[in-house]
C-alpha cells in the first residue's frame, strides 16, 4: 500500500509526469506514491523519469486500459 | 598576502556566487520558442515543463511570433493552410482540408476550435495550463526585447515572470545548458 495515490486517469502527455512530480514533493523521504493512468506513452516516460530523477519505480502493472506504477521517493 | 593578490581572490569569490546553483551533474536546458499557433505552442511547453519535472533547471527565450505565447490573454490559432499533415480523426477515418478550402473566412478558427475540442477530450493540457505550469516549476522566461520593439508590446501586456533580454543573454545562457533547442 503506497503512503499517497495520484489519479492521473484520462490524462495525457506530459500530465501524468508533472501531476507525479508534483505529488512526490508532498512524499516523505522513502515513501511511496502510487500512480494510476490511462496514457500507455506513461509507461517508458515513468521509467524514464524515474531514471533520470533517482526516485525507484518500485513496481509497475497493468489491469486493463489502467497503468500502475509505485514511485519510491529516494531522490535526495 | 599581498593587496594584489587580496583583491584577485576577492574577484573569484564574487564569480562563484554568481553562478547558477546546481549540482555538477546536473543537466539544464534551453528552448527558443519562434512560433506563437496553436500546434507549435505545444512543443516548447511540453517539453519545458517536462524537463523542469525531471530536475533540469530551464530556460525559454521566446521571440518573433512566440513572443505573443506570454500575452495575458492567449486565444491561439491554427492553420490548416500549407500543411498537408493536418488530419483530424472523424467518424473513423482522418480527414484533410484542401488548401483552396482554409482561405474561407471562418475556416481556420473552426478548425482551431475542433482541435481544442479534440485536445479537451483527450486530456491533454492547454497551453495556459502547461504556461502556468512551466512558471509554478520556475522555469525561467526571457522575453526578446527586439521582439517587444518591433511588435510594440510591453511588460504590462504580458504574463507576470518574463524578464527582458537579447541574443547575448541567450547565448550566455546556451553556452552553460547541455540541450539546446529551437522551436
Redesign the interface.
Known amino acids: 500500500m503506497a503512503d499517497q495515490t495520484l489519479d492521473a486517469k484520462g490524462l495525457n502527455c506530459p500530465l501524468p509526469i508533472l501531476k507525479a512530480r508534483k505529488a512526490l514533493k508532498d512524499v516523505p523521504a522513502g515513501g511511496t506514491l502510487e500512480i494510476l493512468a490511462t496514457d500507455p506513452g506513461s509507461v517508458a516516460d515513468f521509467e524514464a523519469f524515474c531514471r533520470q530523477t533517482g526516485n525507484e519505480l518500485v513496481e509497475q502493472s497493468q489491469d486493463d486500459k489502467v497503468y500502475r506504477f509505485i514511485i519510491k521517493n529516494t531522490a535526495a | 598576502m599581498s593587496s594584489e593578490a587580496q583583491i584577485v581572490s576577492s574577484e573569484a569569490q564574487t564569480t562563484a556566487s554568481e553562478a547558477p546553483v546546481a549540482a555538477p551533474e546536473t543537466k539544464s536546458m534551453s528552448i527558443i520558442v519562434t512560433k506563437g499557433s496553436l500546434d507549435w505552442a505545444y512543443p516548447p511547453f ?1 517539453l519545458a ?2 524537463a523542469a ?3 533540469l533547471p530551464v530556460t525559454m527565450f521566446f521571440t518573433f511570433y512566440g513572443l505573443p505565447l506570454l500575452l495575458k490573454k492567449l486565444d491561439l490559432q491554427l492553420t490548416a493552410a500549407g500543411n498537408p499533415a493536418m488530419k483530424m480523426p472523424m467518424m473513423g477515418a482522418h480527414m484533410g482540408l484542401p488548401n483552396i478550402l482554409t482561405a474561407i473566412p471562418g475556416v481556420d478558427a473552426a478548425c482551431s476550435k475542433m482541435m481544442k475540442n479534440l485536445m479537451e477530450k ?4 492547454s497551453i495556459e495550463d502547461l504556461r502556468e ?1 512551466a512558471i509554478e ?1 520556475d522555469v525561467r522566461i526571457i522575453a526578446c526585447q527586439m521582439t517587444m520593439d518591433l511588435f510594440e508590446y510591453s511588460l504590462d501586456d504580458m504574463i507576470e515572470g518574463p524578464e527582458l533580454g537579447g541574443a547575448a543573454t541567450y547565448i550566455e545562457c546556451a553556452t552553460q545548458a547541455d540541450i539546446n533547442l529551437f522551436i
Not at chain 2, 122 to 125: F, L, N, T
Open positions: 511540453i515543463t517536462t519535472a525531471m530536475g483527450k486530456g491533454v493540457a505550469l516549476a
